[in-house]
């Protein structure tokens, strides 16, 4: 499709799959999956950047993930401890603009204070919206949001009758965030895992054979293509 026709989804959402598969199919341990796609992650937040995506938001660690072997949890732990570090530099000089969503009270406190750095350090830049789910769950984000509520009608500032779609919204972690227009998950598997279930409603998904480390510019484009034949209605009628 002509770049000048095509419409660019504000915000693309990523459930980043297939990183252990990858690693043993060419005989490698899983970590090596993951550390590929790390790689991988930072390659394709550029190229999301360039072609105009304004909110980019990766799945990265999921509040279930904590469930697979020790050695696994903490590779991964490390892969975004040293991302946080290295990507200071990098994000300032690309103007992103970080948050991580998810219940960050659970992490390690060192990787808890070099977040804190990275989207303090950020948080006044004016490019892509880059979005990090760590420790991350949408029944727990929504859990969360539940008894932030609770607390101000509790406390009398909040009347349930006035809680709104936007009270909600307000309250989960990507608040202030637009939802996704598209939501990509790699590596065969059609489902959400628990990722965005409020905010994706009325998003258009976008499924693909390739392992995230294989993830390119040019699957990201073909997603963007898929995404702009599609009728996108909202319940209502077009025509
Ligand atoms: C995605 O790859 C990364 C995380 C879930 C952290 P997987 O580790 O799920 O890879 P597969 O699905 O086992 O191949
Ligand atoms: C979802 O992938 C979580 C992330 C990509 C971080 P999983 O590989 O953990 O999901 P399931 O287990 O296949 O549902
Ligand atoms: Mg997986």
């Known amino acids: 499709m002509a770049d000048t026709q095509r419409k660019i989804p504000a915000h693309v959402a990523i459930i980043m799959d297939g990183n252990g598969r990858w690693a043993k199919k060419r ?18 937040l550029e190229d999301a950047d360039h072609m105009g995506i304004r909110y980019l938001t990766v799945y990265a660690f999921s509040t279930e993930n904590w469930t697979r072997p020790g050695t696994e949890v903490k590779a ?19 103007n992103v603009r970080i ?7 659970r992490l390690d406190p060192d990787l808890q204070d070099s977040i804190r750095t990275l989207e303090e350090a950020t948080k006044n830049n004016t490019g892509i919206g880059f979005q990090i789910a760590i420790n991350y769950g949408s029944r727990d984000e929504i859990t969360r949001a539940v008894r932030k ?4 009608t509790a406390a009398g500032e909040l009347r349930p009758e006035d809680i709104t779609e936007e009270t909600i919204s307000d309250a989960l972690d990507t608040a202030g965030i637009p939802d996704p227009d598209l939501l990509i998950r790699t590596c065969g598997e059609e489902r959400l895992s628990n990722f965005l279930m409020w905010q994706l409603s009325y998003s258009e998904m976008y499924f693909t054979d390739t392992a995230w480390p294989d993830f390119t510019k040019e699957e990201l484009e073909k997603a963007v293509d898929a995404y702009n034949h599609r009728e996108r209605r909202f319940g209502g009628l077009t025509q």
């Open 149 to 152: 509520i609770a607390q101000k």
């Open 27 to 44: 005989g490698l341990p899983r970590t090596m999956g993951h550390a590929q796609g790390a790689k991988v992650v930072e390659q394709i």
């Open 76 to 94: 991964l732990m490390n892969l975004l401890r040293t991302y946080m570090k290295t990507s200071l530099a990098k994000c300032a000089k690309n």
């Open 99 to 105: 948050r991580v969503i998810g219940d960050k009270s």
